[in-house]
C-alpha cells in the first residue's frame, strides 16, 4: 500500500474549508482556513523536494573517481 504525502491531507483539509465557507453565510474565516492549508501543503511539498534534492547531490559527490 503507498504511503499518503502529507501534504495531500493539507490540500484536502484546505478544499474542505473552502467548501465549508461557501455553503455557510456566517463563516467568513473559512476562505482564510481553506487557503492556509493549502498554502501549507504546499510549503511541505517544496520542503520535501529540496531535502530529497540536497540527498541526491550529496550522495553524487561522494564517488571517488
Known sequence: MKK???S???YFAGILW???GMISENM???YALGFAFIALGIAMRIKKSTLENSK????TDNNPL
Request: glycine fraction near 6%; charged fraction near 20%.
Open 4 to 6: 499518503i504525502n502529507p
Open 8 to 10: 495531500y491531507l493539507f
Open 18 to 20: 473552502l467548501f465549508a
Open 28 to 30: 467568513r474565516w473559512g
Open 56 to 59: 541526491e547531490e550529496t550522495t
